[in-house]
């Protein structure tokens, strides 16, 4: 059956960095985009990034553009999220989901499955 995974986060100071990960097995990884997103209590859940099956493409929300870095490895089945200039509105249960196709997609309703979420905390 398919399993995500995150890991990674963690407290970290405003300015800091995490890197945050996503195992995923039960599927063919290389044949699915993958998305990152988070949520917090004001917001709800919000779409963070997406990137194609191949990596070839990515996106980002305009709140992380310029400072988050998505990435993905199809041999170790893993995408990440290299995130950088982390700000205390960063703040939030980061969750990875499995994309109902190759391209990146925005629609979170898109998505399938979900793993059980990495929380990042950012404060001095």
């Known amino acids: 059956h398919v399993q995500l995974v995150e890991s990674g986060g963690d407290l970290a100071q405003p300015g800091g960095s995490l890197r945050l990960s996503c195992a995923a097995s039960g599927f063919t990884f290389s044949g699915y985009a993958m998305t990152w997103a988070r949520h917090t209590p004001g917001k709800g859940l919000e779409w963070v990034s997406g990137i194609s099956s191949d990596g070839s493409d990515t996106y980002y929300a305009d709140s992380v553009k310029g400072r988050f870095t998505i990435s993905r490895d199809n041999a170790r089945n893993t995408v990440y999220l290299q995130m950088n200039s982390l700000k205390p509105e960063d703040k939030a249960l980061y969750y990875c989901?499995?994309?109902?196709?190759?391209?990146?997609?925005?629609?979170?309703?898109?998505?399938?499955?979900w793993g059980q979420g990495t929380q990042v905390t950012v404060s001095s």
């Open positions: 989901a499995k994309a109902q196709g190759t391209a990146a997609l925005l629609n979170l309703d898109y998505h399938d499955h």
